[in-house]
């Protein structure tokens, strides 16, 4: 006995741009919809929905081709882009962290390490903000529009350091981070005000010091760095490594106080002490370019240094730098 079978089968196919422009003319001529089917060799189920899925929203006009055939485009394209990051509590995870500071890359490690189902990479969150959620751009730590040109004028031409040290002759050990002790500094300045702000970073743990200056000059510089330094043991200051600017100057004094061995920077090498320069770009999240430091007292600078000390590094594998720090100084 023959089962029953449909007369013809056929494979759904979207309705297309001529198909819909006959649907409009046959309602124009007030035809029915399953008057229009038969024309179309359509199913009357297919024009009853792209009626109701593409219907013009006008009371004078009941449908229009040429709308109905972009809403079906855009649809089209929408079904075929896959959500990035589809679990709720996980973007509202990602928000939170990345509002406080965190780095894409330390969120995606902690996603991992807190929520096992939370299995994400750090450069699906990177794509998520900029296609999803512009208004997180401005949290991330690298969030210049424009990137200036590297420029060649020096502005110290002629200034002279004495008895500079150069960086190529300090010790391998120190480069390779083997111990505690060793120290960036470099200075944060503004063309709105005098005063400026001194960060110290210490090279294996990443843990730094802000301090406040009240000029751009080498004795604030010197007074800074004593007060930094000058209360923490002996075994936890070793050396401290420059650039090439003028407050500087008083760097053989800094170590008759202190102990230290100073070393200086290749002139225009900024990646030869990457670290601090880094932690710059970081603070330049909370007081960017132009930022009055006169407006900004002591207090503020180390509640950011706080937060930037306990916030975890994937160098220190995911650990903070308060916390390899105090670990190495005990």
């Not at 919809?33 to 009371?59: F, V, Y």
Request: proline share 3%; aromatic share 10%; charged share 30%.
């Amino acid at each position: 006995m023959k089962k029953n079978t449909p007369k013809e089968t056929r494979k759904y196919t979207h309705l297309n741009r001529f198909e819909r422009e006959e649907i409009a003319i046959g309602l124009e001529k007030g035809l029915k919809q399953s008057e229009i089917a038969d024309l179309l060799q359509r199913s009357p189920s297919t024009i009853s929905r792209e009626l109701k899925r593409n219907h013009a929203a006008m009371k004078t006009i009941h449908y229009r081709a040429s709308r109905a055939q972009l809403k079906y485009v855009e649809r089209n394209k929408l079904s075929h882009s896959r959500k990035r990051i589809p679990n709720k509590r996980l973007r509202r995870f990602i928000c939170k962290l990345i509002k406080k500071g965190y780095s894409p890359e330390i969120i995606a490690y902690l996603a991992k390490d807190k929520h096992i189902q939370w299995n994400i990479s750090y450069e699906t969150i990177y794509q998520w903000i900029y296609a999803d959620r512009n208004d997180l751009i401005l949290f991330l730590t690298r969030g210049h529009k424009k990137r200036r040109k590297r420029g060649c004028k020096n502005q110290n031409k002629g200034a002279k350091i004495p008895n500079r040290v150069m960086i190529e002759n300090r010790p391998d050990y120190i480069a390779l981070r083997s111990r505690i002790g060793d120290w960036e500094t470099d200075t944060i300045i503004s063309r709105q005000c005098k005063e400026a702000v001194m960060i110290l970073l210490e090279r294996r743990t990443r843990f730094i010091i802000l301090k406040k200056l009240k000029g751009k000059n080498a004795y604030s510089m010197h007074k800074a760095l004593v007060s930094s330094l000058e209360s923490i043991p002996n075994y936890l200051r070793h050396s401290i490594t420059y650039d090439n600017g003028l407050e500087n100057v008083l760097h053989e004094k800094t170590n008759d106080v202190l102990g230290t061995q100073s070393y200086f920077c290749t002139p225009y090498h900024s990646w030869e002490k990457g670290s601090v320069e880094n932690k710059i770009g970081i603070l330049r999240r909370y007081y960017p370019k132009k930022t009055n430091w006169k407006n900004i007292t002591q207090w503020d600078l180390n509640k950011v240094a706080r937060f930037i000390n306990n916030r975890p590094m994937k160098c220190l594998d995911y650990k903070t730098p308060h916390q390899v720090f105090v670990a190495l100084a005990s």
